[in-house]
Every structure is written in structure tokens, then in C-alpha cells.
């Protein structure tokens, strides 16, 4: 562990210089995507190819369910999205979870993934927050809302990086690298904050995720999904932009 995290520092310049080249992100050439198929193929899947319909598991309107740890997906971040979708077609993300993103995601085209992240982009920004009383209700751990607004605010001095200093003020996004992780389903961001932390998951492409969450405890883990869960992320401050949703003008959208 120490040593691979050592040849994750003296990597940093060089990787960060690749990663934020924007080879990893911004598709090159005339994108188009067409959010009509997006649609049709969140709603019905691809039943000849084996896909099962996404509103099945993350919800009709994209919000995602605790109860099957699948994670909202409404503004999360159209680059990101897509990215999420070719890592775990080419295994470099693995769903721990359900184990049904990795086949899922492999049976999806280029333009597939592309039409699906341009209509979960599409979605009005609403609140469909989890329900912090009823997961505790059912036992599961739940942090304090008030100390997980103080990490993501301002982090632990030499020990975690603030949360809103990549991923926006209350976690609003930072579109194309940073997901937004507001209003973020809670049992998910437990868990990928987990997986960070172990480095089960490992496809952020500069370590960053991994550097911030290997530091954190059980507590900061839960505190900070508990506030995130519920971070309204319409409040101005930071010097962000009021709406950071994804910004589109150089795909050509079609209906
Ligand atoms: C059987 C339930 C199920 C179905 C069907 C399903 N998903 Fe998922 N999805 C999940 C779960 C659970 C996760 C979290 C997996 C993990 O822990 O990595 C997830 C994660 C994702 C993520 C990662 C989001 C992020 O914030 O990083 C994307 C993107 C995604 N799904 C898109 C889709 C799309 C598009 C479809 C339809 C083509 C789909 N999913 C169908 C259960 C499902
Ligand atoms: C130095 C920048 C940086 C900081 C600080 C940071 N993150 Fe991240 N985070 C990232 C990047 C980059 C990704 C996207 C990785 C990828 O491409 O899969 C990410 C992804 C995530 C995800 C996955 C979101 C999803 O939809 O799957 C969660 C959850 C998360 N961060 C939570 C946090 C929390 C909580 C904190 C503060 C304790 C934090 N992050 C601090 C850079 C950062």
C-alpha cells in the first residue's frame, strides 16, 4: 500500500499533465448524441442485446434508491457519466454492488453511452434526497449532518482535503472532472467512499479520490454522506457558477 502510494506522488506531474491534456475527457471531433435514444433506452433497455431498462434499478426519474445502493444520475455530469460507463465496460471500475454494471456497460455502444449521459443530463434539477430517519430506523449508521458539512467545507487540516475545493461548494460538481455529489444517494456515497479508501475502486485518473480517502474514518465517512445526501446545491458561494450542470455546446443534441 505505502509503496504503490509513493509511486502515486512521483507519478502526479506527469499523469496530471496527460489526464488534464483533456485526452480522458473531452471526445474529440463532431459528438452528437440523441437523447431520444438515451431515453428509450433508459426506460426499455436493449432486450436483444440483454440490457435491462436503468429506470429499473436507478429510478424513472434518475434519482437512484438506497435500497439497492445504485446512485442517482440526474446532473450528475455528462462527461462523467460517460466516462463511468466506458470504465466499467472496460473493467477499470467494477460494480461491487449489484455486479451488473460491468455487463451492462459492455453491451453499450459509444453512441449508446453518449445518449444516455446527454438525457440523464436532461433531467430538471429537483431534490429526491434520502431518508436519513429511515435508514437509521433500519440500523444502518448515520453520520451527523452538521460535522460532515465542516469536512466538506473545510476538510481536517494535513489530514483530509475539503471535499468543495474539486467537487464545487456543497458539492454541486465541477463538470467535466468532478461529479457532483450533492444530493447524492447516501448508502452509495458510503459506499464508494469505501471503495475509494481501499482502492477497490481506482479509476480516478490522478489518484486524487484514493489520496483524499485514505485518510478518512468510519465517522467522516458517514458524516460526510449524511450532509452530502442532503446538500442543497443551489446556494451561490465559492465564486461558482449559480447552475453548473454540464456544459453541452460542443455536443449537437438531437431529438
Ligand atoms: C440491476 C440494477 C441496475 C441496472 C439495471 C442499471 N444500473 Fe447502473 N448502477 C447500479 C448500481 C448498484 C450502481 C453502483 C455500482 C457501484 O457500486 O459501482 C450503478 C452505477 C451506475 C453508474 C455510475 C454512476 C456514478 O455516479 O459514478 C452509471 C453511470 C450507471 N449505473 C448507469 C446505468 C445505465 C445507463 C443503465 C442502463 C443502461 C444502468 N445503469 C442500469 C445498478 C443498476
Ligand atoms: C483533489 C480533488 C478531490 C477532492 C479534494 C475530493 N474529491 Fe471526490 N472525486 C475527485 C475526482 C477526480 C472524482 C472522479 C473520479 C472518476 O473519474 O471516477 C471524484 C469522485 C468522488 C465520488 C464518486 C462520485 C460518484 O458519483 O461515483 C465521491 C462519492 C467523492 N468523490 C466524494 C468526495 C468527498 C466526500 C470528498 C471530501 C472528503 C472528496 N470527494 C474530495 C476528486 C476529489
Redo the contacts with the bound molecule.
Keep these: 500500500m505505502r509503496k504503490l502510494s509513493n509511486l502515486a506522488i512521483v507519478c502526479w506531474g506527469a499523469v496530471a499533465m496527460l489526464a488534464f491534456s483533456g485526452a480522458s475527457f473531452a471526445e474529440e471531433g463532431a459528438v452528437t448524441a440523441n437523447v431520444t435514444n438515451g431515453k428509450n433506452?433508459?426506460d426499455n433497455?436493449?432486450p436483444d442485446a440483454g440490457?435491462?431498462?436503468?429506470a429499473?434499478?436507478?429510478g424513472e426519474n434518475a434519482m437512484g434508491m438506497d435500497a439497492?445502493?445504485?446512485?442517482?444520475?440526474a446532473g450528475?455530469g455528462y462527461a462523467?457519466?460517460v466516462k463511468?460507463?466506458t470504465n466499467?465496460a472496460d473493467g477499470t471500475?467494477?460494480?461491487?454492488?449489484?455486479q451488473?454494471?460491468n455487463g451492462?456497460?459492455k453491451s453499450?455502444s459509444v453512441q449508446d453511452k453518449r445518449d444516455?449521459a446527454a438525457y440523464?443530463n436532461s433531467f430538471p434539477r429537483v431534490s429526491d434526497n434520502s431518508d436519513l430517519k429511515a435508514l437509521k430506523a433500519d440500523g444502518k449508521p448515520v453520520g451527523e449532518t452538521s460535522l460532515g458539512q465542516a469536512l466538506v467545507r473545510y476538510g481536517d487540516k494535513g489530514r483530509v482535503s475539503a471535499c468543495m475545493s474539486c467537487h464545487g461548494f456543497n458539492g454541486r460538481g465541477a463538470a467535466p472532472i468532478y461529479?457532483k455529489i450533492a444530493e447524492?444517494k447516501y448508502v452509495?456515497l458510503v459506499?464508494?467512499l469505501t471503495?475509494w479508501r481501499d482502492s477497490s475502486?481506482a479509476n480516478d485518473p490522478i489518484g486524487q479520490m484514493r489520496a483524499v480517502a485514505k485518510n478518512l474514518t468510519d465517522a467522516d465517512i458517514n458524516n460526510a454522506a449524511a450532509f452530502l445526501s442532503q446538500a442543497p446545491d443551489s446556494t451561490p458561494g465559492n465564486g461558482m457558477e449559480l447552475d453548473n450542470k454540464s456544459d453541452m455546446k460542443n455536443i449537437k443534441i438531437v431529438r
Excluded: F, W
Design positions: 433506452i433508459y433497455g436493449k440490457v435491462p431498462a436503468c429499473s434499478c436507478h439497492m445502493g445504485s446512485p442517482r444520475l450528475v462523467y457519466i463511468q460507463l466499467y471500475r467494477n460494480d461491487q454492488t449489484m451488473q454494471m451492462i456497460a453499450l444516455l440523464e461529479p447524492q452509495y459506499n464508494q471503495h475502486r
